[in-house]
């Protein structure tokens, strides 16, 4: 198995890139379609749990387009093979203050239709004294 082929990491990269700037300008239609449409699609979030496609779906339509600009740092993400990945990344929101920091971990697949979401964790811890 190669581990982050140049090509494969690109790949994925693009498709990371493309959902953050989905999740912080609310594009929906981008974010849903990100996520593979299946009931083994998991999604845990800072205060919800959500599992298959329909539930992640239903989240983010009604999910509040405020507040939602961040910064991103140490985003890590390495491939395994050809058709699985995983990106990681820490993130800050001006509303959480300098005391929390964000965490972000996605496991994409390459599906027939291209890269997808198959799980994703969300949560928010205090930030940890250097």
Avoid: C
């Amino acid at each position: 198995m190669i581990i982050n082929d140049p090509a494969v990491h690109a790949e994925v990269s693009a498709a990371f890139a493309a959902y953050e700037k989905a999740l912080t300008t609310n594009d929906v239609a981008t974010l849903d379609a990100l996520f593979w449409n299946s009931e083994h699609t998991i999604r845990y979030g800072i205060g919800e749990n959500l599992y298959g496609y329909g539930e992640i779906a239903a989240f983010r339509s009604a999910r509040s387009p405020v507040g939602l600009e961040r910064r991103i740092e140490r985003t890590v993400i390495t491939t395994y093979g050809q058709d699985m990945a995983t990106a990681s990344t820490l993130f800050h929101r001006e509303a959480m203050g300098p005391e929390k920091i964000g965490r972000q971990m996605q496991t994409w697949a390459r599906m027939p239709e291209g890269w997808r979401v198959v799980a994703a964790h969300v949560s928010i811890i205090p930030t940890p004294k250097a």
